[in-house]
Nanobody
Framework: QVQVVESGGGVVQAGGSLRLSCTVSGLTFDDYAIGWFRQPPGKEREGVSCIRYDGSLTYYADSAKGRFTISRDNAKNTLYLEMNSLKPEDTAMYYC??????????????????WGQGTQVTVSS
């Protein structure tokens, strides 16, 4: 049984930073692409950043470029998202998800099969 568990969310002031973590068990972590997604209140879930199974390729949504950094530690079955210069519009539930493929060029929600319960990020102005 695959389990995906996110942590690290919280409340932060605009301009602040947070580091999200995600641990995955029940699958061969270093065989699959994995990514971060978010769903603001009343909006659809969207891809924020994804990383190839070996860490050699990354994708960032335009909203994340220059502010967020994705990384993975395959030895620890853990994914990270370092978020800097946070803005109120970054407020959302953040989800970690693993795909059944090694890479997803689009970082689209539909390409990812295993999802966590999410961790809330709230950025106050």
């Amino acid at each position: 049984q695959v389990q995906v568990v996110e942590s690290g969310g919280g409340v932060v002031q605009a301009g602040g930073s947070l580091r999200l973590s995600c641990t995955v068990s029940g699958l061969t972590f270093d065989d699959y692409a994995i990514g971060w997604f978010r769903q603001p209140p009343g909006k659809e879930r969207e891809g924020v950043s994804c990383i190839r199974y070996d860490g050699s390729l990354t994708y960032y949504a335009d909203s994340a470029k220059g502010r967020f950094t994705i990384s993975r530690d395959n030895a620890k079955n853990t994914l990270y998202l370092e978020m800097n210069s946070l803005k109120p519009e970054d407020t959302a539930m953040y989800y970690c998800a693993a795909a059944r493929v090694r890479w997803s060029w689009s970082c689209g929600v539909g390409a990812f099969s295993y999802w966590g319960q999410g961790t809330q990020v709230t950025v106050s102005s």
